[in-house]
């Protein structure tokens, strides 16, 4: 990447660390979406998987407190049993496809039987969420839409604590998913140590800023607002997935 891109895609990563470190989410949905216009996507889902690991690690640290460990290791037995299969598989999914998925995900909590209650502190639901998530991750390079409908739709966390144990949750995920992309796949992604600690520090600040914001903000506000931007990004994925896959039979 040139200089200005890279100093571009920097602010871009302080503004979606922002985001995330309000509502916990969004802000990643949109950093790989950038990602994948610009990179191919095996080093999209890596230099992606170092950002959010900084900006979750950071924002896991600020609200530590706030941690709900159980749900958090039960999500991560979950994720290693995918871990392990798929590195068999060794997939790596095409653009339009990630991008299609990407939108539908937050939809997918959103269809699930009306007597179905998410739970994020039955160790067996998040467990199975870990699994679902997992894959997403693998495929799209997030999870979070699901994973913050999950959360959201408990009403057994207030919203530091959604906040701090899903970033605990993502930490893992995105690691796993950085192992996967650098180094099991046959066309890993390699990063410039340069570009990945500016995605380090970008992080962080936009983390940092977001705290104060987070704190003014009521549980109702949070929950309102949290649907509402993920909704909106989901939907645009879809567009664009759509354009990808149906634009090249036109050009033919």
């Known amino acids: ?72 290791l039960a999500y991560v037995v979950g994720c290693v049993v995918v871990l392990a299969i798929w590195s068999f598989a060794r997939y790596v999914p095409e653009k ?15 269809l699930t039987p009306a007597g179905f209650q998410p739970d ?27 994973l913050d409908t999950f959360f959201l739709g408990g009403g057994r966390m207030d919203r530091r604590e959604i906040v701090a144990t899903k970033a605990a949750c993502q930490v893992f995920g995105h690691a796993a998913k950085l192992l996967y992309f650098g180094g099991i796949v046959e066309q890993a992604g390699m990063l410039d140590p340069v570009v990945a600690t500016l995605a380090v520090v970008a992080s962080a600040v936009g983390t940092s800023l977001s705290t104060r914001v987070l704190g003014a903000m009521s549980d109702g506000q949070y ?30």
């Open 120 to 146: 994020p502190t039955n160790p067996l639901q998040c467990a199975a969420y870990g699994v679902i998530c997992m894959t997403l991750l693998l495929m799209t390079g997030v999870s979070g839409p699901l």
């Open 1 to 72: 990447m040139s200089p200005l891109l890279v100093a571009v895609v920097c602010l871009i990563m302080v503004a979606t660390s922002f985001l995330s470190g309000i509502f916990g989410m969004a802000g990643g949905m949109i950093l790989i979406g950038v990602l994948l216009a610009i990179l191919p996507l095996p080093q999209a889902m890596v230099l992606h998987a170092v950002t959010q690991m900084a900006s979750n690690g950071w924002r896991g640290l600020l609200w530590w407190r706030y941690i709900r460990w159980r749900p958090a």
């Open 223 to 252: 929950r309102l607002w949290a649907n509402r931007i993920v909704t909106t990004i989901a939907f645009y994925y879809i567009g664009h997935g759509s354009f990808l896959l149906i634009a090249p039979r036109f050009s033919a």
């Open 96 to 110: 339009p496809a990630a991008l299609l998925l990407l939108g539908v995900t937050p939809f997918l909590a959103r």
